[in-house]
């Protein structure tokens, strides 16, 4: 690549110098440099000189500052406290400490401690009905759109007996539908399960049988060539069964639901053992969003 000219990175102002290591005298020059970043330092009679040459088109003007910052720092440990080994010397500024160890490790928010992810749902469909909340391939769907496809879909399962924290499951490739099964499963008070429709067949009989599913949402499709029929669990392929759904109200559902009932139960891989379904409240996955 072409050589380019470094840039002034001006005067570090703001570090204090320790008295053990007067450091001054910062100079700038403009100059081709061969690499992208060079480090040298050079003894003479009563100091160092150190020059730090770097390829703008790569390194931002305050990168280098705060490598210089670091680098001084490093150096004032060595001095206050020789014996120290290389493995616990910071470079870290007390201000950069303060900020790492406190400032950026505030995880203390306030929340809403008793909505569930229907009651934020609805609220952004109150704020931006009109906004497009999905798009895949070639379909989009605004914000009313999802909420009233997925109250269609709600009111369905609350008439096929989906009561607070009985688990359904989903089975479907990745589509609107998908995101229309989740909220229309939440909104009806129950939790969904999500099966890959890739898992191997003894996988997702396992999940099937130890969740105790009884009703799964799917596509015509992955209801053929994966589940197939299996005694006591009801599949609704939701392409195919979509005109019998949307007969359904578009209207908000009565809320059944509260932030202690079941969202989702996830199971995991189950490289150690049988895969475990871990089971998610309402609560928990508002706090972490």
């Not at 050589?3 to 002034?8: A, F, K, R, V």
């Not at 497009?132 to 096929?160: C, K, M, P």
Request: aromatic share 8%; with cysteine.
């Amino acid at each position: 690549s072409e050589e380019e000219e470094i840039e002034d990175i001006g005067d570090i102002e703001d570090i204090d110098d320790d008295e053990l290591l007067p450091i001054s005298g910062y100079e700038t020059s403009d100059m081709a440099v061969q690499f992208d970043l060079t480090l040298s330092v050079v003894e003479r009679e009563t100091n160092f000189f150190l020059n730090i040459a770097y390829r703008s088109s790569l390194f931002k003007e305050e990168t280098i500052q705060q490598f210089l910052v670091h680098y001084k720092t490093i150096l004032i440990n060595i001095v206050n406290d020789i014996n120290l080994p290389i493995g616990e010397l910071s470079m870290l500024t007390e201000k950069e400490e303060v900020k790492l160890l406190n400032v950026f490790n505030n995880n203390h928010i306030d929340f809403s401690k008793n909505k569930t992810l229907v009651d934020l749902f609805q609220e952004q469909v109150a704020k931006t009905p009109e906004a497009i909340a999905v798009v895949f391939e070639n379909e989009v769907l605004t914000f009313a759109e999802l909420d009233e496809h997925s109250n269609q879909l709600g009111h369905y399962l609350r008439e096929q007996g989906v009561t607070p924290d009985t688990l359904v499951g989903i089975c479907i490739e990745r589509s609107i539908e998908m995101l229309v099964s989740i909220l229309g499963i939440l909104k009806s008070g129950g939790a969904y399960v999500p099966i890959d429709p890739e898992y191997p067949e003894d996988r997702i009989e396992y999940m099937l049988t130890d969740a105790d599913i009884k009703l799964v949402l799917t596509s015509a499709k992955v209801n053929s060539e994966v589940l197939g029929d299996r005694e006591g669990i009801t599949a609704v392929s939701l392409d195919s069964q979509w005109k019998t759904i949307e007969s359904y109200s578009t209207e908000a559902l009565t809320s059944v639901v509260s932030p202690e009932n079941l969202a989702y139960v996830i199971y995991t891989s189950g490289s150690t053992g049988k895969p475990k379904g871990v089971m998610n409240q309402h609560n928990g996955i508002v706090n972490r969003l």
